[in-house]
């Protein structure tokens, strides 16, 4: 079986958000949560940054090895899921997961703000797959209709991939070997000139 990762090459983002405004229409993500964003490092600066995060579905997840209840479970493709019917909305997986991928989807006191939430890589739940009820719970189901997450597939400069890991691992290869490594034949050097300290 493929291993399904996610891979954002910062020296293609462009910081457009179409990652996120693509999560946020196919699953119906209520307001207030994003289960993808894009982070810029050293905004406005030489060597500015921008990656497009969201659950990075780990090989050992984190969020699963604190869950008091397992509600955290990997699939056979390695989309690491989870159960917000066995979710008691604790919160330990928030401070366990290095991306902040689970979050709250409500703001509140403990105990009112709701079961977590988090990036499926548009693979639904532990519901029948292409369920009313699953996409109600978790939003649509991509991959049981064959196709990769939309997040990936929306990305205007292809900075964000999705799919099986030792495929992306080799695309990403390419891209470094041709344009060089750090600021060498493609980047901010290129742009600006070599006045530019990185």
């Not at 050992?60 to 090895?65: F, K, N, Y």
């Not at 917000?84 to 997961?97: E, V």
């Amino acid at each position: 079986m493929a291993r399904m990762k996610f891979l954002c090459d910062a020296d293609r983002c462009i910081e457009c958000n179409a990652c996120v405004t693509a999560c946020k229409n196919e699953h119906e993500v209520p307001w207030g949560i994003n289960r993808r964003r894009v982070v810029t490092i050293n905004d406005g600066l030489p060597g500015e940054r921008s990656v497009s995060m969201a659950c990075m579905h780990c090989t050992d997840a984190p969020c699963a090895a604190v869950c008091p209840v397992d509600c955290f479970y990997t699939t056979d493709d390695a989309v690491v899921l989870h159960s917000k019917d066995t979710c008691i909305g604790c919160g330990y997986c928030f401070y366990a997961c290095p991306f902040g991928a689970p979050q709250y989807p409500k703001v509140g006191n403990f105990g009112t703000r709701g079961k977590m939430d988090k990036c499926t890589y548009c693979a639904g739940g532990p519901e029948a797959d292409m369920t009313e009820a699953e996409y109600v719970k978790y939003g649509s189901n991509r991959l049981a209709e064959g196709k990769l997450p939309l997040c990936a597939e929306m990305c205007s400069t292809k900075s964000l991939l999705a799919g099986d890991g030792d495929i992306i691992a080799e695309i990403y290869k390419e891209r470094v070997v041709t344009r060089g490594y750090g600021s060498g034949a493609w980047g901010w050097r290129s742009a600006y000139g070599d006045t530019v300290t990185v």
